[in-house]
């Protein structure tokens, strides 16, 4: 099994520093069942490749449990899959985690890549691959392997020759790869349990929640274990950038009820319409999940997203312009342009943010340190001062619900804290009064009697406003 990654960007021998792995120096890593070499075939400042070379050792699976049959005839040692995303765990630890201690400027940098999988495994042809790959910014080049070259008549394998081309951080086309690479082999060769999808929602951070199959890229990569399969879809389902349209599908698991996110964005679109807003403000909007929904409203005449992330934001212009272009080929040629996207903390005052009719803050307020929530206050309440707000987060209490969700264990790993529902009354309340708003408490999702719903909703309507 081979794969290369190539950069051009000068001098192109930093994606050494990136990988950890000196372009001059050739390196060899034990796996379970064999090998893993990494070396470089082309190293100067215009152009470097790494190339990762996985030998597999056929005595060494066989020793590894199978079928019979399967533990001799199989294609592990020669096709892309899941023993090529063991190795990119294994030699690449590092760069996967995001860190680069000697240049650590480069870890967010997005560089022209080019990634080749001479032989990949393609469960479902070389179109599944395409839409896999594709939403995440890559252009796909794949070719068919046909069975066998000296007889036509039989068609093609189930393998391709890939070739993926775009800029992007190093970090995001290694965990793509890593998660990607098994998801469509769909055939594992080690047991599926909590660990790995705990696995699958690290390296998908970012991304996989906001892919238009991120329920197809997590059954196969879970290989449809449903108890495992659910609990990975619950968490994805709390990221604050889950498109409603991923939401709503059902198509793996039909007996789902309606996700919580589409549930939550409902219950923010119906406030906002009850409010009378007409010009939002979606703070921390991520990569554009709200900001999809509040689109296809017409009543709102004018949509800021604003997020600190420029990757999220990224993620949020394609997203939406994909929506725009849609929609200008139908009844609303203008809807697009009613939505502006801005780089921006939530914890600095914008005094340009002033003058709104509402503002939300969906599952954002979690992921800001507690001591950082007085200046997001102020920048909010104080400053931009719109006249509804709407605050959406978590309810601590529900946790107990997620059936593998570990006791004192947060619900996404960036979470800073996780509220019970006093303790979100008690801050609303405090927020209020301080400002001069009222505030009502709503539940989002189905509630249960000990502990509440799953997630809680504060609405606060500016007395000023009310007295003009």
Known sequence: MLLTMTTTRNP?????????????????FTLSAGSAHVFYPEASDERCTVALLVEIDPV???RGGGTSLTQYVNDRPYAGGSYLAVALRAVFTTALAGRCANRPELVDERLPLEIRVP?????GGAQVVHTLFE???????????????????????????LRLTGIQRVVDALRHLYVLLPALDGDKHYWIGQDEADKLLRAGEGWLADHPERDLITNRYLERRRPIVSYALARLAEADDVPAEAEARVTELPDRPEPLAVQRQGSVLAALRAAGARRVLDLGCGGGALLRVLQKEPSFTEI????VSASALDIAEKRLKT????????KSPSSGSRITLRQSALTYADPSLAGYDAAVLMEVIEHVDEERLPALEHAVFGVAAPRTVLV????AEYNRHFEFLGEGRFRHADHRFEWTREQFRSWADGVAARHGYDVRHL???QESQESGPPTQMAVFTSRKEAVA
């Open 12 to 28: 192109a021998t930093d994606l050494g520093f990136l990988l950890h792995k000196h372009p001059e120096k050739a390196q060899s």
């Open 135 to 161: 939403p995440l910014g890559w252009q796909v080049e794949t070719k068919a392997i046909p069975v066998d070259p000296e007889f036509p008549q039989w068609g093609d394998s189930r393998y391709v020759d």
């Open 392 to 395: 959406t987060t978590l309810n």
């Open 323 to 330: 929506r725009s272009d849609a929609l200008s080929a139908g």
């Open 304 to 307: 800021v997203g604003v997020d």
């Open 60 to 62: 060494e699976l066989v």
């Open 119 to 123: 032989s990949l495994t393609a469960r």
């Open 443 to 445: 539940p989002v999702g």
